[in-house]
């Protein structure tokens, strides 16, 4: 079955009470029982919903994945797959990765001991050079948020054969439409899914997929143990959006190759991160493990500060200022005063990430209307 039929189908069945070809959002949080021990294989709503069941089905088909876990957004399934881990454990993760990410990483779980390691990932070499006895976690973000940044899972995954260290992959900025981690070998696939298996800028949520089933049990008890879970209106809202993923993508990689190109070749711009350039440094990986490029990236001005950035930010009448992406409009952010601003200047810096580093969720809008917005933005510098 191709995606797209999968994105529709996969994993819904009409209600078996009434024949609803939607699946009905269970508004409950507990279940009768007929006797202690004896019901449906529902107790309590933090531990399990039908609305959610669903959905975690539909989640796992795209990913080609044997399991899905659902949670009430993506940090509580990254924080989740930490609560994996012990005081003394070792964890490698990307310099550039997510702010957020980061934030979590350095804030909360150094705190209880574990131990991060921060390399550029797109070289192995360095990921491998701090591969040791107490690894437990390796924590990839490809293509990374904001730089665009690819990463080899495959070489990466390779590097932890006969390991006990766990390969997770968040997959947030290619979508399953572009690519599937655990079918070059990861262990878990991460996703904020209020992105673009939402779509539409409405619902917050995360999952996480995997094959594993000791590994699904182990997550399953901390979903449920710890209880960041989605309600199951939130979930009707992702099994909704998840249905027109293939149709968004495919515009949303049509626009981000167009406005990718007008930026490239502007006057006033001095670099754009798209992976879909040849010259890209991962273009190559790309198009090994992806199957387009996507509508994210970023670009930085020649005219490199703070004030250039804030007056292009104010000019825009279609892109809105707005954090997170994925959604069906256009977005724009400033990850040193937005996403990325718990990692310290001189960091940001040193990885790339320069103060007037535009992020640019592309959206399904008409792309001749997005150029020109961006045209009158630029131009008004």
Not at 108 to 118: L, M, R, W
Not at 342 to 351: G, T
Request: proline content about 4%; some cysteine.
């Amino acid at each position: 079955m191709k995606l797209a039929t999968k994105l529709i189908h996969g994993g819904i069945e009409p209600d078996p009470s009434t024949g609803a070809i939607m699946t009905p959002i269970y508004q409950t949080s507990t279940y009768v029982q007929a006797a202690p021990g004896k019901n449906k294989g529902y107790e309590y709503a933090r531990s399990q919903n039908p609305t959610r069941t669903i959905l975690e089905k539909a989640l796992a088909i795209t990913e080609n994945a044997a399991f899905a876990l659902s949670f009430a957004s993506g940090m509580a399934a990254t924080d989740t797959v930490m609560r994996l881990l012990k005081p003394g454990d070792e964890v490698i993760a990307g310099i550039d990765m997510y702010g957020g990410t980061y934030r979590m990483f350095t804030k909360v779980y150094e705190k209880f001991g574990i131990i991060f390691h921060y390399v550029d990932m797109t070289d192995v070499n360095q990921v491998k050079q701090k591969v040791g006895d107490k690894t437990k976690l390796i924590w990839v973000e490809t293509p990374s948020n904001p730089l665009m940044n690819v990463v080899d899972i495959q070489a990466v995954v390779d590097l932890t054969k006969d390991k006990a260290i766990i390969v997770c992959v968040d997959n947030t900025f290619a979508s399953p439409y572009l690519q599937n981690p655990l079918d070059f070998g990861a262990h878990i696939v991460m996703h904020s899914v209020t992105k673009y298996l939402g779509g539409h800028s409405d619902v917050i949520q995360g999952c996480l997929m995997m094959n594993d089933p000791d590994l699904r049990e182990q997550l399953y008890f901390l979903q449920k143990t710890c209880g960041a879970v989605p309600g199951p209106q939130d979930c009707f809202l992702i099994l909704r959006g998840m249905k027109t993923l293939h149709l968004r993508m495919e515009r949303h990689c049509y626009n981000g190759e167009k406005i990718a190109y007008f930026l490239r070749d502007h006057k006033k711009i001095a670099k754009v991160n798209w992976c879909g350039f040849q010259d890209h440094p991962g273009n190559a990986i790309a198009k090994k493990q992806m199957r387009g490029f996507g509508g994210m990236m970023s670009f930085s001005f020649k005219d490199d500060n703070l004030e250039t950035a804030n007056r292009f930010l104010s000019s825009t009448k279609i892109f809105a200022l707005a954090e997170s992406l994925g959604g069906v409009e256009s977005l724009l952010s400033h990850p040193a005063s937005m996403t990325h601003a718990a990692i310290p200047r001189e960091e940001r810096l040193k990885n790339g990430l320069s103060d007037s580093l535009i992020r640019i969720s592309i959206g399904v809008e008409d792309v001749d209307d997005l150029i020109a917005d961006l045209a009158q933005g630029i131009g008004s510098l």
